[in-house]
């Protein structure tokens, strides 16, 4: 079984950076399909990113595209989420997830699921 586990968020200033990390238990990490989602108070959790089994694919909800990067290290079992250019609608929880098959936006399609990691964008 897979478990994953975030790292990176904090409170930063509007404009700032953060690197999001993503660290998972098992050496079958590569053949999962892991995506970055966040949930903001009083809102659903949405879609931010996602990142094919050899990162040949990437794909991004179109508020973060330009700004944010999604990456994998396979050999070290572990994804990242570069963010750039922050502003308060980033500020969430963001959780890592990780699923077989193909890529997907929708988090119902993800079994496996971090327990999220809290970003705050102060304006």
């Known amino acids: 079984q897979v478990q994953l586990v975030e790292s990176g968020g904090g409170l930063v200033q509007a404009g700032d950076s953060l690197r999001l990390s993503c660290a998972a238990s098992s050496f079958t990490f590569n053949t999962y399909i892991v995506g970055w989602f966040r949930q903001a108070p009083g809102k659903e959790r949405e879609f931010v990113a996602t990142?094919?089994?050899?990162?040949?694919?990437?794909y991004y909800t179109d508020s973060v595209k330009g700004r944010f990067t999604i990456s994998r290290d396979n050999a070290k079992n572990s994804v990242y989420l570069q963010m750039n250019a922050l502003n308060s609608q980033d500020t969430a929880v963001y959780y890592c997830?990780?699923?077989?098959?193909?890529?997907?936006?929708?988090?119902?399609?993800?079994?496996?699921w971090g327990q999220g990691t809290q970003v705050t964008v102060s304006s």
């Open positions: 990142i094919s089994r050899n990162s040949a694919n990437t």
């Open positions: 997830a990780a699923k077989p098959g193909l890529l997907s936006i929708n988090p119902h399609t993800y079994s496996l």
